[in-house]
């Protein structure tokens, strides 16, 4: 059986009449890398802010490794290394600096941790620049670092690619998921651009609106990621017409007035293909496509008309 | 811990607003013992004229508000909450920097004072008794217990700036204005009119206001902070 590192039991948070988290249940497994979905203002920061110790919960308790009390959490967050929003840093204090105050709070007696993690985020060469002569990137990766110094067993990094060049999104995406399968971190990560987190993360918590409304494995949003015949063409109305004169049924959704998607008969291809072809219908583009994560977040939470 | 306050004291050591308060009250100070006092009893003299002084109380208001706001303001503190550190600690480990700041830059301003009238005068003056001794202790723990307030003040704006800007005007209003309308006995010896004389009766109920004004002080941050959400 997996070790469950971080588990939250019916988390509520109000802010007078707003309820920011509703009922939140999630469950964070050891050596997991957690993509945590949601739009602005769904409750990602708000959960990982009661996680780090920064808020605190309206109703509902959570565990961090298996510590329920608020005490023994306490001291257990010094197993975990969290950014979240923007990066916290002394501006006027260089880059090893803000880092070395940060290996002292964890209580890492190992001295070399920092030149390790600034490694790991490539940020040697600036290591004695001040850090308020930084780019928003490096800001951003040395934010990560700070997270990383004291050695986590658990990750929180909220939008840490907020920022970072496309060398670097990769860069880190390698970083989190070596530390994730050496180092047996459990990742618990938020962030807006749906496409990388795709890449990185191996199970989803979808929120919306404060409620978690779906926690799925990378595996079962592969399974739940419907395909679709994509078919683009200027007859949209006149597919719609041959298409259910000769299929039972069909279930298709108008994309726009040149693209209409087709998710039943998926399997009827060519079929479908001759049909369009003895109607004389011009078609610019047919070709078997999958829902992105994008597309699948917005089909729960109705992002789409 | 102790790590934390290692990281506090490592922060207040390169606090560059502690440097530029060390001189401005040490300018100040020698200025005034040289131009001002005179110097027919010696550097005594400047004791006696700067150990009740609360006219510059702001300056060392200002980098209690200034070290502690920062913390918030860089949104620095949250990794000693994240890092699995108590938030009575946040707090403690702050107050003894503070502490030594404030004491350090009252005595700056006391010894700057004495070394302005010893260059006029080349005189001690009087000598320093096992009485004055109890009174510079007391007046040391008054402006700690003034910071301590300060230090309260700031944990409730939680913002550099607006921290600051509430320090300075409650100083003023407590340790510059009040002492011109209040002249009873409570008002002497609470923490906001420095003892202006060292005799027992003053000195020994001044000391224990002050003592009991720090505790609360730090009491009460805590109840504002235990519960307070960071951004």
Same mark, same amino acid.
């Given at each position: 059986m997996e070790e469950i590192v971080l588990q939250t039991k019916n988390l509520t948070k109000r802010y007078g009449r707003f309820t920011a988290l509703d009922h939140v249940t999630v469950t964070l497994k050891k050596k997991h890398i957690y993509g945590f979905i949601g739009e602005n203002g769904a409750?990602?920061?708000?959960?990982?802010?009661?996680?780090?110790?920064?808020? =605190? +919960?309206?109703?509902?308790t959570f565990s961090i490794m298996g510590k329920e009390s608020p005490h023994e959490r306490e001291k257990m967050r010094r197993y /975990?290394?969290?950014?979240?929003?923007?990066?916290? !840093? /002394? &501006?006027? =204090? $260089?880059?090893?600096?803000?880092?070395?105050?940060?290996?002292?709070?964890?209580?890492?007696?190992?001295?070399?941790?920092?030149?390790?993690? #600034?490694?790991?985020?490539? #940020? !040697? &060469?600036?290591?004695?620049?001040?850090?308020?002569?930084?780019?928003?990137?490096?800001?951003?990766?040395?934010?990560?670092?700070?997270?990383?110094?004291?050695? +986590?067993?658990?990750l929180i990094l909220d939008e840490p690619i907020n920022g970072l060049d496309p060398k670097n999104i990769v860069a880190l995406r390698k970083l989190l998921h070596k530390l994730c399968e050496e180092r047996d971190m459990t990742i618990f990560i938020s962030s807006h651009i749906l496409s990388e987190l795709y890449l990185l993360a191996t199970d989803y918590i979808f929120i919306h609106k404060g409620c978690v409304v779906e926690t799925l494995t990378q595996d079962e949003l592969e399974t739940k990621c419907?395909?679709?015949?994509? @078919?683009? $063409?200027?007859? !949209? +109305?006149?597919? @719609?017409?041959? #298409?259910? $004169?000769?299929?039972?049924?069909?279930?298709y959704k108008v994309v726009s007035e040149t693209e209409l998607h087709l998710y039943s008969d998926i399997e009827k291809t060519e079929t479908i293909a001759?049909?369009?072809?003895?109607?004389?219908?011009?078609?610019?583009?047919?070709?078997?496509?999958?829902?992105?994560?994008?597309?699948?977040? #917005?089909?729960?939470?109705g992002g789409v008309q | 811990m102790t790590n934390q306050l290692k990281v506090s004291m490592y922060k *207040?050591?390169?606090? *560059?607003?502690?440097?530029?308060?060390?001189?401005?009250?040490?300018?100040?100070?020698?200025?005034?013992?040289?131009?001002?006092?005179?110097?027919?009893?010696?550097?005594?003299?400047?004791?006696l004229a700067t150990i009740s002084d609360t006219s510059f109380v702001f300056i060392i208001t200002m980098v209690t508000a200034g070290f502690v706001g920062s913390d918030f303001s860089n949104r620095t503190i949250q990794h000693e909450i994240t890092t699995g550190h108590s938030r009575l600690s946040v707090i403690l480990?702050?107050?003894?920097?503070?502490?030594?700041?404030?004491? %350090?830059?009252?005595?700056?301003?006391?010894? %700057?004072?004495m070394i302005g009238i010893w260059i006029k005068s080349g005189t001690m003056g009087q000598h320093f008794t096992g009485q004055d001794i109890l009174w510079l202790v007391t007046v040391l723990m008054q402006v700690?217990?003034?910071q301590s307030i300060i230090q309260w003040i700031a944990f409730l704006c939680r913002n550099a700036v607006v921290g600051i800007a509430a320090s300075i005007l409650f100083t003023f209003m407590t340790c510059n204005v009040l002492r011109n309308f209040m002249e009873s006995r409570i008002f002497t010896i609470s923490v906001f009119c420095f003892v202006r004389e060292s005799s027992y009766e003053t000195l020994i109920p001044a000391l224990m206001i002050a003592i009991v004004v720090i505790f609360g002080m730090l009491f009460l941050t805590y109840q504002t902070f235990r519960k307070a959400e960071l951004r």
């Open positions: 409750g990602k920061t708000t959960l990982m802010k009661i996680i780090a110790g920064l808020a =605190f +919960p309206t109703e509902g /975990i290394g969290c950014t979240i929003e923007a990066p916290a !840093v /002394i &501006p006027g =204090f $260089t880059v090893l600096q803000n880092l070395e105050m940060q290996r002292t709070l964890t209580g890492n007696p190992d001295q070399a941790a920092c030149d390790r993690v #600034l490694e790991m985020v490539d #940020l !040697v &060469p600036v290591r004695h620049k001040k850090v308020k002569t930084l780019s928003m990137g490096m800001k951003q990766r040395l934010s990560v670092a700070l997270a990383m110094v004291g050695n +986590p067993r658990i419907r395909k679709y015949i994509r @078919i683009c $063409t200027k007859s !949209v +109305p006149y597919v @719609i017409t041959v #298409l259910e $004169t000769h299929l039972r049924q069909p279930e001759r049909l369009l072809l003895e109607h004389q219908i011009l078609v610019s583009e047919f070709s078997l496509s999958e829902q992105t994560l994008e597309e699948y977040f #917005l089909t729960i939470t | *207040w050591r390169r606090f *560059w607003v502690l440097y530029v308060a060390y001189v401005i009250l040490g300018a100040v100070g020698i200025t005034y013992g040289y131009l001002k006092l005179s110097p027919a009893e010696g550097a005594y003299e400047g004791f480990v702050r107050a003894l920097p503070v502490f030594l700041s404030a004491i %350090s830059m009252h005595v700056l301003y006391i010894v %700057s004072t700690a217990a003034v």
